[in-house]
T-cell receptor, first 112, second 114 residues
């Protein structure tokens, strides 16, 4: 599995955009970038995923660099409920590669 | 949809006892996954099923752990005998058969073995 590197922790003021970076310099051409988050005492929650184009949904935006070696998850207007550990994961999309390898993630704290 | 359902939410048992964790995946999902989360090792995949058949159990720590999926709507993870080092939060997740689909996690079972 390609490995990802994320900062261990970040703070963001409530109402501001939270930008969470992720490096995945060894990503392969058939691997997607997934983002999950885990709020304290809950199961991981899917946020968004993408292959090479930027993606946006109701929760967040995902910006993937042209060389695909890094990406940024953007929470446009962070709220206190966004305080969580955010995981960046790469996974091949071909059949048989089902494992999601969760690293240590980034602990995001939203400050009032 | 109610999402992935796990029971019990909390389990406290004594060393040597048998523990059974239960999971009901989201209806229509073809894949079911069991994970374990500890402070030391983070979130680890233990085993996963496709259409009720175990596909990869390489993450199962030892023979004391076993998992079954008798039908599409139910799975169990059993630990026999349990040990204090098995204390962790156990998550079940499921997803559809689409290769690019994501996994949806349940709320977890917090297991404490005394």
């Amino acid at each position: 599995d390609a490995k990802t590197t994320q900062p261990p922790s970040m703070d963001c003021a409530e109402g501001r955009a939270a930008n969470l970076p992720c490096n995945h310099s060894t990503i392969s051409g058939n691997e997607y970038v997934y983002w999950y988050r885990q709020i304290h005492s809950q199961g991981p929650q899917y946020i968004i995923h993408g292959l090479k184009n930027n993606e946006t949904n109701e929760m967040a935006s995902l910006i993937i660099t042209e060389d695909r070696k890094s990406s940024t998850l953007i929470l446009p207007h962070a709220t206190l409920r966004d305080t969580a550990v955010y995981y960046c994961i790469v996974r091949p999309y071909n059949f048989g590669n089902e494992k999601l390898t969760f690293g240590t993630g980034t602990r995001l704290t939203i400050i009032p | 949809d109610a999402g992935v359902i796990q029971s019990p939410r909390h389990e406290v048992t004594e060393m040597g006892q048998e523990v059974t964790l239960r999971c009901k995946p989201i209806s229509g999902h073809d894949y079911l996954f069991w994970y374990r989360q500890t402070m030391m090792r983070g979130l680890e995949l233990l085993i996963y099923f496709n259409n009720n058949v175990p596909i990869d159990d390489s993450g199962m720590p030892e023979d004391r752990f076993s998992a079954k999926m008798p039908n599409a709507s139910f799975s169990t993870l059993k630990i026999q005998p349990s040990e204090p080092r098995d204390s962790a939060v156990y998550f079940c997740a499921s997803r559809t058969g689409l290769t690019t689909d994501t996994q949806y996690f349940g709320p977890g079972t917090r297991l404490t073995v005394l």
